[in-house]
């Protein structure tokens, strides 16, 4: 098992370990308890783009989906289901509780020091990345309705040289990273100019963003984040869904199965992977992983489907990256996890396979 993979187990264990501390908990729920809107993030598979991280909110609250460019067609078979359940589970919540919302944040990303650390899906073309999220943005009001009575989708970027966001609202932007000066106060007063018809209660759970990656933009500032980590250097592959405790920033890029040809994204990212690794022999001496991983909430049925999602997946992406970057696997000795991950501990339960099985 190379030192990747070892690294990978190893640090499950210690992030289940973290998410279960009484510590944890309690700030998890002091959090929730304050701050009730659910909160969908739709983001690229770019291992830098990691929102709980830049933000300093609690792991295990924000519901992540990505997909290559944070491209996602609502339409499609694989995406149509949660968009479906997000609005299903707020509309649920409220008519229990009397009152809850939704807040889904379509992201994109690029880096202000070099057009060519920006988003490789659009080519580092900001501009159309940018569009296409609000595009995205605009296909979730059509289906959760413009008067986001429910649900409030909102167009943020992510500059990823100092983890900043730049939120867009009604005819302004606000950069993070332009305003570190603001006090809560001066945060929460922009955000409700550039949102005249959020409720003051979703309003004052987006501030938490706010506030927190001011202060991650300060810290990142401070300790100037060296040249090398800018750029892609991913070294896994991950496929699927289950990844919070990863709670990396440039350490996997992750695929999720929510557009009909997922399996070209998995294409793009062993190719960016192998490139890493060849580019850099300290990478390339701790060795690539691929993992495949499906979530569940209840034992039973619910984790023995999901056992047998993440081997589907697994059997699938296993072969795209054997015949179309078949160097991964020959000069630097590829390795396959399949695993389920129980949403409760955040414990990883790991399948003993043999990819050789897979032919």
Same mark, same amino acid.
């Given at each position: 098992?190379?030192?990747?993979? *070892?690294?990978?187990?190893?640090? *499950?264990?210690? $992030?289940?370990?973290?998410?279960?501390?009484?510590?944890?908990? $309690?700030? +998890?729920?002091?959090? $929730?308890?304050?701050?009730?809107?659910? &909160?969908?993030?739709?983001?690229?598979? %770019?291992?830098?783009?990691?929102?709980?991280?830049?933000?300093?909110?609690?792991?295990?609250?924000?519901?992540?989906? +990505?997909?290559?460019?944070?491209?996602?067609?609502?339409?499609?078979?694989?995406?149509?289901?949660?968009?479906?359940?997000?609005?299903?589970?707020?509309?649920?919540? +409220?008519?229990?509780?009397?009152?809850?919302?939704?807040?889904?944040?379509?992201?994109?990303?690029?880096?202000?020091?070099?057009?060519?650390?920006?988003?490789?899906?659009?080519?580092?073309?900001?501009?159309?990345?940018?569009?296409?999220?609000?595009?995205? +943005?605009?296909?979730?009001?059509?289906?959760?309705?413009?008067?986001?009575?429910?649900?409030?989708? &909102?167009?943020?970027?992510?500059?990823?040289?100092?983890?900043?966001?730049?939120?867009?609202?009604?005819?302004?932007?606000?950069?993070?990273?332009?305003?570190?000066?603001?006090?809560?106060?001066?945060? /929460?007063?922009?955000?409700?100019?550039?949102?005249?018809? =959020?409720?003051?209660?979703?309003?004052?759970?987006?501030?938490?963003?706010?506030?927190? *990656?001011?202060?991650?933009?300060?810290?990142?500032?401070?300790?100037?984040?060296?040249?090398?980590?800018?750029?892609?250097?991913?070294?896994?592959?991950?496929?699927?869904?289950?990844?919070?405790?990863?709670?990396?920033?440039?350490?996997?890029?992750?695929?999720?199965?929510?557009?009909?040809?997922?399996?070209?994204?998995?294409?793009?990212?062993?190719?960016?992977?192998?490139?890493?690794?060849?580019?850099?022999?300290?990478?390339?001496?701790?060795?690539?992983?691929?993992?495949?991983?499906?979530?569940? /909430?209840?034992?039973?049925?619910?984790?023995? &489907?999901?056992?047998?999602?993440? =081997?589907?997946?697994?059997?699938?992406?296993?072969?795209?990256?054997?015949? *179309?970057?078949?160097?991964?696997?020959?000069?630097?000795?590829?390795?396959?996890?399949?695993?389920?991950? %129980?949403?409760?501990? =955040?414990?990883?339960?790991?399948?003993?396979?043999?990819?050789?099985?897979?032919?």
């Amino acid at each position: 098992m190379n030192d990747n993979t *070892n690294f990978l187990i190893e640090h *499950n264990k210690r $992030q289940s370990k973290d998410f279960l501390s009484p510590d944890q908990v $309690q700030k +998890r729920e002091d959090y $929730q308890r304050q701050h009730k809107t659910d &909160v969908m993030i739709t983001k690229c598979m %770019d291992g830098r783009v990691n929102v709980p991280v830049i933000t300093g909110i609690p792991m295990g609250v924000f519901a992540p989906y +990505r997909s290559m460019g944070a491209v996602f067609d609502i339409g499609s078979p694989g995406f149509a289901p949660h968009v479906r359940g997000f609005y299903e589970h707020v509309r649920g919540r +409220r008519i229990k509780e009397g009152e809850a919302n939704g807040i889904v944040i379509n992201t994109y990303h690029f880096s202000k020091g070099s057009r060519e650390r920006g988003c490789k899906g659009f080519g580092f073309d900001t501009e159309r990345a940018c569009k296409c999220t609000k595009l995205l +943005r605009g296909d979730f009001e059509e289906v959760y309705g413009k008067a986001h009575a429910h649900v409030y989708p &909102v167009c943020v970027g992510v500059e990823t040289d100092e983890d900043a966001l730049v939120i867009h609202g009604e005819g302004k932007t606000l950069d993070v990273s332009e305003h570190l000066g603001y006090s809560e106060e001066d945060f /929460r007063r922009e955000l409700r100019l550039m949102f005249p018809d =959020m409720k003051d209660v979703v309003l004052e759970d987006l501030l938490p963003l706010v506030v927190g *990656n001011r202060a991650h933009v300060e810290k990142v500032k401070k300790e100037h984040k060296p040249i090398v980590e800018l750029d892609h250097r991913e070294s896994t592959i991950a496929v699927g869904r289950g990844f919070d405790w990863l709670h990396l920033v440039n350490h996997a890029l992750i695929v999720g199965t929510f557009n009909v040809d997922w399996l070209h994204e998995v294409s793009v990212a062993a190719h960016i992977v192998h490139e890493n690794l060849k580019r850099e022999p300290e990478l390339a001496a701790k060795g690539a992983t691929l993992i495949a991983s499906a979530p569940y /909430r209840k034992p039973g049925v619910d984790a023995a &489907v999901s056992r047998q999602k993440a =081997m589907s997946m697994a059997r699938a992406a296993w072969a795209r990256v054997k015949k *179309n970057e078949p160097g991964l696997l020959e000069n630097f000795k590829l390795e396959l996890l399949v695993g389920t991950l %129980d949403r409760n501990t =955040m414990l990883m339960d790991w399948i003993d396979v043999d990819p050789e099985s897979f032919e």
